[in-house]
């Protein structure tokens, strides 16, 4: 998953590829459970037996991935708003789109899209849905922090083309960013992208071997059936949430006469049978979800009882009039210093351990983002001059992509200029920003894609919420140079680093959340055409431009609560539109609004988090890397303010570790097939459950509070 937490989440233990961490020099496969090793590195070799693949991009292809991407896409906004965590169309594409174009191909006419179908133009289909997938992190973290801050208009219906157009200003610099990054860190360094190497061996297992047909049947059977499930639950059980989604089990105790225990009620350790996070937790493993679950249990077990007990944080009676019960998750920010709530004070902690673990990992690799940086340039300066700067100054790469099937300079080079221009023109007119601070965003967000590359290749994990704030803490630092006005100097803050969020965000690959980098992984693979790839990605992310955008208005339509802190409780917690908000308000206030226990709460546990990172570069072998605390997905379980996902993915995650150690070839079948069809078919239920409260038909209104506390609705 990206760090999905697009935040910064997800885990070392990638259950996808299931690998040991590798040293800077190491070209080895990758160990799996069992002791099986599986190629990593090397393209894989030709299928005797398959027709030669003329086409691979195609009509037909880009039009289903488009499709394919944006149910991910919707399905992204709504899991972001809800955890921080997005999820790319890497594996939903792979096979989904073989489930779609495999019979088209062979039951229509040539003339109308039929023909062979390989695994080459499958490449094209599961990359083109995962661009379209994209760009849903600017709408779960710096957009609706802005609103809450009154940054905008009064709601986002107000501003949908600027909401448009800054996307655009988004969708295309990442695709051009990663063709020169491609030679160092797939063909120099061969870093994993396990999430690249997991969709090149699933398209693999879908088209080549004596059982690839009868396998590809049975992938896309548990594909169709955990995606329709999932769907079906998130939409029949918001007419009977108490019953068939959360079960409030603490509640039910109090009401059978244990009188303190709704105090675990109040704290938000409820169960919720949701197939989106149980499936997440199948796929990041046990280091990301036993992590998070720590650190939930850590913030709102110990931490945020003993903060309350002490007069350090304060709640307010909860609405459901139940004796004992609390509400500890408002973010009333009427006196934040002096009389701040729990989720408040936490959220400071947890912010900074994102911060810290971040860029710590970053630090510990300095070597390799340096190497990439001057290649980059080399190649730059060889283009410019003429001069062979590459064979002359640094280790010649040999590329295996024949050259007609290379990304021309013209093209990603055409590419990235234009999109420098409108993103100039736009932030200019639109947003009165500056044109120079609009570049150096930009100059900062290509800086910042070698640290997401080396941190996603190497652990599967993206900070690409914590990078943002990075920029935030540069750009605030600018606007108060320039004496801004607080107001000013948020929205400056919170412009430039979502810029920079939004242009790494296609740079990179997240745990379950392939870009760019991760799909010409497995292009490499594959020995796919890596143009037709990124002419795919072109395509899909133009989709994602008003894909991501208007779910985004449909969802802040129906639970306006997602834009407006007056609200005291919502559907939506927005872990990372908390910590996106803090530090806007945090380095633009003249005052530094964070209460001190909170403060140095926060330094603890940072220098804990720098630490455990590097212990686990310098001390720790990294057969034991697993057994490393994770504190991106700790720093996570503060932010967020209940504690059902973590809950969710602990139970997914376990799941899978024994059903991979028991029966690995059954895993290794359904495995990968039912979690993406929980991940996705869950969002486009929650796309449903949307439209419905807009229509005023929603469980709000014709649902039964059965098994809810205080017989109040709780879907």
């Given at each position: 998953?990206?760090?999905?937490?697009?935040?910064?989440?997800?885990?070392?233990?990638?259950?996808?590829?299931?690998?040991?961490?590798?040293?800077?020099?190491?070209?080895?496969?990758?160990?799996?459970?069992?002791?099986?090793?599986?190629?990593?590195?090397?393209?894989?070799?030709?299928?005797?037996?398959?027709?030669?693949?003329?086409?691979?991009?195609?009509?037909?292809?880009?039009?289903?991935?488009?499709?394919?991407?944006?149910?991910?896409?919707?399905?992204?906004?709504?899991?972001?708003?809800?955890?921080?965590?997005?999820?790319?169309?890497?594996?939903?594409?792979?096979?989904?789109?073989?489930?779609?174009?495999?019979?088209?191909?062979?039951?229509?006419?040539?003339?109308?899209?039929?023909?062979?179908?390989?695994?080459?133009?499958?490449?094209?289909?599961?990359?083109?849905?995962?661009?379209?997938?994209?760009?849903?992190?600017?709408?779960?973290?710096?957009?609706?922090?802005?609103?809450?801050?009154g940054l905008l208009s009064a709601s986002p219906r107000d501003d949908i083309g600027r909401l448009f157009t800054f996307t655009i200003c988004c969708a295309f610099f990442g695709l051009a960013f990663s063709i020169p990054l491609r030679k160092f860190y797939i063909l120099k360094l061969k870093l994993v992208f396990p999430s690249g190497v997991a969709a090149?061996?699933?398209?693999?297992?879908?088209?080549?071997?004596?059982?690839?047909?009868?396998?590809?049947?049975?992938?896309?059977?548990?594909?169709?059936?955990?995606?329709?499930?999932?769907?079906?639950?998130?939409?029949?059980?918001?007419?009977?949430?108490?019953?068939?989604?959360?079960?409030?089990?603490?509640?039910?105790?109090?009401?059978?006469?244990?009188?303190?225990?709704?105090?675990?009620?109040?704290?938000?350790?409820?169960?919720?049978?949701?197939?989106?996070?149980?499936?997440?937790?199948?796929?990041?493993?046990?280091?990301?979800?036993?992590?998070?679950?720590?650190?939930?249990?850590?913030?709102?077990?110990?931490?945020?009882?003993?903060?309350?007990?002490?007069?350090?944080?304060?709640?307010?009676?909860?609405?459901?009039?139940?004796?004992?019960?609390?509400?500890?998750?408002?973010?009333?920010?009427?006196?934040?210093?002096?009389?701040?709530?729990?989720?408040?004070?936490?959220?400071?902690?947890?912010?900074?351990?994102?911060?810290?673990?971040?860029?710590?990992?970053?630090?510990?690799?300095?070597?390799?983002?340096?190497?990439?940086?001057?290649?980059?340039?080399?190649?730059?300066?060889?283009?410019?001059?003429?001069?062979?700067?590459?064979?002359?100054?640094?280790?010649?790469?040999?590329?295996?992509?024949?050259?007609?099937?290379?990304?021309?300079?013209?093209?990603?080079?055409?590419?990235?200029?234009?999109?420098?221009?409108?993103?100039?023109?736009?932030?200019?007119v639109q947003y009165g920003q500056n044109v120079g601070i609009t570049i150096l965003a930009i100059v900062f967000a290509f800086l910042f894609s070698f640290i997401g590359c080396e941190s996603a290749g190497r652990t599967n994990i993206n900070p690409v919420t914590s990078i943002g704030n990075a920029s935030q803490l540069i750009f605030g630092g600018i606007?108060?140079?320039?004496?801004?006005?607080?107001?000013?100097?948020?929205?400056?803050?919170?412009?430039?680093?979502?810029?920079?969020?939004?242009?790494?965000?296609?740079?990179?690959?997240?745990?379950?959340?392939?870009?760019?980098?991760?799909?010409?992984?497995?292009?490499?693979?594959?020995?796919?055409?890596?143009?037709?790839?990124?002419?795919?990605?072109?395509?899909?992310?133009?989709?994602?431009?008003?894909?991501?955008?208007?779910?985004?208005?449909?969802?802040?339509?129906?639970?306006?609560?997602?834009?407006?802190?007056?609200?005291?409780?919502?559907?939506?917690?927005?872990?990372?539109?908390?910590?996106?908000?803090?530090?806007?308000?945090?380095?633009?206030?003249?005052?530094?609004?964070?209460?001190?226990?909170?403060?140095?709460?926060?330094?603890?546990?940072?220098?804990a988090a720098v630490i455990s990172v590097v212990a686990k570069h310098t001390v720790v072998p990294p057969k034991y890397h697993i057994w490393v605390p994770n504190f991106n997905a700790i720093g996570i379980g503060f932010i967020m303010n209940i504690c059902t996902y973590p809950m969710a993915m602990f139970f997914g995650s376990t799941i899978a570790f024994?059903?991979?150690?028991?029966?690995?070839?059954?895993?290794?079948?359904?495995?990968?097939?039912?979690?993406?069809?929980?991940?996705?078919?869950?969002?486009?239920?929650?796309?449903?459950?949307?439209?419905?409260?807009?229509?005023?038909?929603?469980?709000?209104?014709?649902?039964?509070?059965?098994?809810?506390?205080?017989?109040?609705?709780?879907?």
């Open positions: 998953m990206k760090e999905k937490y697009s935040s910064s989440a997800a885990g070392d233990d990638i259950s996808t590829v299931e690998r040991n961490s590798q040293d800077d020099n190491s070209n080895s496969g990758e160990s799996v459970s069992g002791g099986r090793f599986i190629n990593t590195d090397d393209p894989f070799p030709l299928d005797p037996n398959a027709p030669l693949e003329e086409r691979q991009l195609t009509i037909r292809a880009l039009l289903v991935g488009c499709l394919l991407g944006a149910v991910i896409s919707a399905s992204n906004v709504y899991l972001g708003l809800k955890t921080g965590w997005t999820f790319g169309a890497s594996l939903f594409g792979s096979i989904f789109g073989f489930s779609i174009l495999k019979p088209f191909s062979t039951a229509a006419p040539r003339w109308l899209g039929g023909g062979y179908f390989g695994p080459k133009e499958n490449n094209v289909c599961q990359s083109t849905a995962s661009a379209a997938g994209s760009l849903g992190l600017l709408f779960t973290s710096g957009f609706p922090a802005a609103y809450q801050l090149a061996y699933t398209i693999r297992s879908l088209h080549v071997g004596k059982t690839a047909a009868a396998d590809a049947k049975k992938k896309t059977k548990a594909l169709l059936i955990s995606f329709c499930f999932a769907i079906t639950l998130r939409v029949v059980s918001e007419y009977a949430p108490g019953l068939l989604w959360d079960w409030h089990i603490f509640y039910a105790l109090n009401r059978l006469g244990w009188q303190y225990i709704i105090a675990a009620e109040s704290w938000g350790w409820i169960w919720e049978w949701t197939p989106a996070f149980i499936g997440a937790g199948m796929l990041t493993g046990i280091n990301s979800s036993y992590s998070f679950l720590g650190g939930s249990f850590l913030a709102w077990a110990i931490i945020g009882p003993v903060i309350v007990h002490t007069g350090k944080a304060f709640g307010i009676p909860a609405v459901t009039s139940i004796p004992g019960q609390m509400n500890y998750v408002s973010m009333s920010l009427t006196d934040p210093v002096n009389h701040p709530s729990p989720r408040y004070w936490l959220v400071w902690p947890g912010t900074l351990m994102l911060l810290c673990t971040s860029f710590t990992e970053v630090a510990c690799n300095w070597k390799s983002i340096y190497s990439a940086a001057r290649i980059a340039i080399g190649a730059l300066t060889e283009r410019l001059h003429g001069a062979s700067y590459e064979k002359n100054n640094v280790e010649e790469i040999v590329d295996p992509v024949p050259p007609e099937d290379r990304v021309p300079f013209l093209l990603w080079g055409g590419v990235l200029v234009a999109s420098i221009v409108v993103t100039c023109i736009v932030m200019g606007g108060k140079g320039q004496g801004y006005s607080v107001k000013r100097g948020e929205l400056l803050n919170s412009l430039s680093g979502m810029l920079a969020l939004g242009i790494r965000s296609q740079t990179l690959i997240c745990d379950v959340a392939a870009d760019m980098i991760g799909d010409l992984k497995t292009t490499h693979l594959l020995g796919a055409s890596p143009k037709a790839v990124f002419c795919g990605q072109l395509t899909g992310a133009i989709v994602s431009i008003f894909m991501a955008a208007g779910v985004y208005v449909v969802f802040s339509t129906a639970y306006p609560c997602i834009n407006d802190l007056s609200y005291t409780t919502c559907s939506f917690p927005t872990p990372d539109v908390q910590s996106w908000r803090a530090v806007a308000v945090a380095v633009s206030s003249s005052t530094l609004p964070i209460p001190p226990s909170s403060g140095y709460t926060a330094i603890g546990l940072g220098i024994f059903w991979r150690r028991m029966f690995f070839n059954h895993y290794e079948m359904y495995c990968f097939a039912i979690a993406a069809g929980f991940i996705a078919g869950e969002g486009l239920g929650g796309i449903v459950n949307a439209v419905l409260t807009i229509a005023g038909i929603s469980g709000a209104v014709y649902g039964t509070t059965v098994g809810c506390p205080g017989g109040l609705y709780c879907g």
